[in-house]
């Protein structure tokens, strides 16, 4: 069990730019989930997926902000035309049915600043 | 809305003290209920959790118990280390809904 993991870890860009952050689930996972986490907070649902259906998104998804799981693995978080408001650490996730329920298994999260 | 209050932090105890972190939940019906634990540098960790109501979840000398009547879900440990040196989010998951929804956490601190 290799874990969740993301990439890149750390990401510096100017507003305006776009980013692209990577997410690759534990293999047999079939959900993958994105959150946000700003300074001094809880992480915030943003969008989940099952295989490679976006099955919700949260208002704090703005239409700045695209995921995608196109082969129900991997997925893709892209922000376009980033604000400074935008800078947060952005989580992965991802779950298997166990037990009666989708236990998540968080990733260790890229961090972006905008500037 | 679903929501998670925790009791504010940080905290800071002496190692071998007794923990208790506050958490309650507004939510319909019996959702499930968690505690993860970030420690400095890493993601977080599921801690333990709860599905049903009086369920006691517990992992590495933590425990919580599913209170319906108060709407709790609080962390207790009898004796910290200073290895217990993390920030803790309380969590649900509602009924029918697949995403989590975190307290703000709380940061705890363990002095030897």
């Known amino acids: 069990d290799t874990g969740v993991s993301q990439n890149p870890r750390h990401k510096i860009t100017k507003r305006g730019q776009n980013v692209t952050f990577r997410c690759d689930p534990i293999s047999e996972h079939n959900r993958l989930y994105w959150y946000r986490q700003t300074l001094g907070q809880g992480p915030e649902f943003l969008t989940y997926?099952?295989?490679?259906?976006?099955?919700?998104k949260s208002r704090l998804l703005s239409d700045r902000f695209s995921a995608e799981r196109p082969k129900g693995s991997f997925s893709t978080l892209e922000i376009q035309r980033t604000e400074q408001g935008d800078s947060a650490m952005y989580l992965c996730a991802s779950s298997l049915y166990k037990g009666g329920l989708y236990e998540q298994y968080f990733g260790p999260g890229t961090r972006l600043t905008v500037t | 809305g679903d929501s998670v209050t925790q009791m504010e932090g940080p905290v800071t105890l002496s190692e071998e003290a007794f923990l208790t972190i506050n958490c309650t939940y507004t939510a319909t019906g019996y959702p499930s209920l968690f505690w993860y634990v970030q420690y400095p540098g890493e993601g977080l960790q599921l801690l333990l959790k709860a599905t049903k109501a009086d369920d006691k979840g517990s992992n590495k000398g933590f425990e919580a118990t599913y209170r319906k009547e108060t709407t709790s879900f609080h962390l207790e440990k009898g004796s910290v280390q200073v290895s217990d040196s993390a920030v803790y989010f309380c969590?649900?998951?509602?009924?029918?809904?697949?995403?989590?929804?975190f307290g703000q956490g709380t940061r705890l601190t363990i002095n030897p």
């Open positions: 997926f099952q295989n490679e259906a976006q099955l919700e």
């Open positions: 969590a649900l998951s509602g009924v029918g809904a697949q995403k989590l929804v």
